[in-house]
């Protein structure tokens, strides 16, 4: 499985901005995907995450509200809808996936990411 994130940018308090993940592999419609975050000196931080078919998710606390993860329709694909951000959002954000329909919060459980997109928030 191989994981493609795209999407970031740099934005103002309170915009909103669509991140993506795209999805390689034959497998790769049954695994659950996710969103976690990085800031600059800080631990790598659970965002979303999401079935292999969409009907249930997850949120970190400090983007619960206001963040949407969803699946494409076809399933290889994983989008985090981010409204009224805030600078503390600014990070770099990567893409997981792993096989099966765990909503892991722990970093470790995922085993497949993809290589980060950057989002900075000016306040």
């Known amino acids: 499985v191989q994981l493609q994130a795209s999407g970031g940018g740099l934005v103002q308090a309170g915009d909103s901005l669509k991140l993506s993940c795209s999805g390689t592999?034959?497998?790769?419609?049954?695994?659950?995907m996710a969103w976690f975050r990085q800031a600059p000196g800080k631990e790598r931080e659970f965002v979303a995450s999401?079935?292999?078919?969409?009907?249930?998710?997850r949120y970190g606390d400090s983007v619960k509200a206001r963040f949407t993860i969803t699946r494409g329709n076809r399933k290889n694909t994983s989008n985090l809808q981010m409204n009224s951000l805030k600078p503390e959002d600014t990070a770099i954000y990567y893409c997981?996936?792993?096989?099966?329909?765990?909503?892991?919060?722990?970093?470790?459980?995922?085993?497949?990411w993809g290589q980060g997109t950057q989002v900075t928030v000016s306040s």
């Open positions: 997981a996936a792993q096989l099966g329909g765990g909503l892991y919060t722990d970093r470790s459980a995922w085993g497949y």
């Open positions: 592999g034959s497998a790769i419609r049954s695994y659950s």
């Open positions: 999401i079935d292999w078919g969409g009907s249930s998710s």
